[in-house]
């Protein structure tokens, strides 16, 4: 081939490079989460947890009205692992369906009962059906008492499932509770400044300055006066419903601090500026470009607020000022543990099951929280370390 030939040929086509494809921050966030061992753990255990708590009424576990005095204090027992034991007369049942009319008897009471009687809330009825089901997969066979029993024979195992369902509802509520009143609180009060944000703030350094255990107890008590809770049933408020949104109007104070330093510093940015240019009012902005900015701070904290919440209402419930029986909380538990616990006699399972459910989960609380804190953050290059 000549000088003149090389010279004229055509260029060699080179393939076109695959455009990159973005990745949002919470992919991103996702995908450095997953690289921790530590996080992934504590994450899925969780899940667990919830998941648990949630079919409590479809497992095989002893009803919660069943009193055996004569098993008082009985220790956890593993074998048989399964036992038989009466718990429901299917064929009373269906006859009972068939006459419910004569008898005066509803289908759906039979199942409702052993709940009411032991003076558990009325159950819904997603809990019904789950129930229900419950005595159609096992019958008359339930779980052995691993957990021990207690001072009145009842199963504490199962006692344990049914106060998941409190402790992690009033962590989950309370929490939300505080994250609506902090953001919002936070969010207007750095936004406009001035005399507004100045007004705001010192509101803030007074409630500060006020011992909340002792402003949650006043109110707890008065709550628990037998007029106030006429009232309340009356006009059907629930006093552990007013419990879960009390406790969390504690907690918002920091998150209301958090997100007004966030929201000073993100309102001078560009694109804050170009929306107000562009003529789009003060709520727009804020609930459009100001707080999903702020989102990865909200969820950081909230995971670090659920724990602080159920500590609390641990705490209270230790107290006798929380969850009141026949409803049934962990640290309900832990105080009926605490109060058999004598110098003659120790009956170690009654405190240690029902503080290892609370510290396990307040421990993979925190540590996911702490793992996610890092997951959002760039600046780390793999979150949590080598874990």
Known sequence: MSTVDVATAAPTQEPPAKAAKGVSLGQDAWRRLRKSRVGMF?????????????????????????????????????????????????????????????????????????????????????????????????????????????ELGRDLLSRIFWGARISLVVGL?????????????????GYVGGFVDNAMMRFVDVLYSIPFIFVVIFLLTILGQ??????????????????????????????????????????????????????VGQTRIIARHILPNLLSIVIVYLTLTIPRVMLFEAFLSFLGLGVEPPDVSWGLLANEGIRVITPVKIYWWLIVFPSLALGITLFALNFLGDRVRDALDPRITTPGGPT
Request: with cysteine.
């Open 226 to 279: 037998e007029d106030v809770k006429r009232w309340l049933a009356e006009h059907g408020i629930d006093r552990i419903k007013i419990f879960f949104f009390v406790v969390g109007a504690v907690y918002w104070l920091t998150m209301a601090r958090v997100v007004r330093g966030q929201v000073i510093s993100l309102k001078t940015e560009p694109f804050v500026e170009a929306a107000r240019a562009t003529g």
């Open 173 to 189: 509520v309370a929490a939300a509770v505080s994250l609506v009143i902090g953001v919002t609180y936070g969010a207007v009060a």
């Open 42 to 150: 504590c994450l899925w255990t969780l899940v667990a947890i919830a998941l648990v708590a949630f079919f409590t009424p479809m497992l095989p576990l002893a009803p919660p009205d069943r009193v055996a005095t004569r098993l008082q204090y009985a220790p956890p027992q593993l074998s048989p692992f399964w036992q038989k034991t009466f718990q429901l007369d299917l064929r009373s049942l269906e006859e009972a369906e068939e006459l419910g009319e004569m008898l005066n008897v509803r289908y759906d009471d039979m199942f409702q009962r052993p709940y009411r009687d032991a003076g558990f809330p009325e159950l819904n009825a997603l809990s019904r059906a789950m129930v229900r089901a419950r005595y159609q997969l096992f019958g008359e066979w339930e779980l052995a008492p691993l957990c021990g029993r207690d």
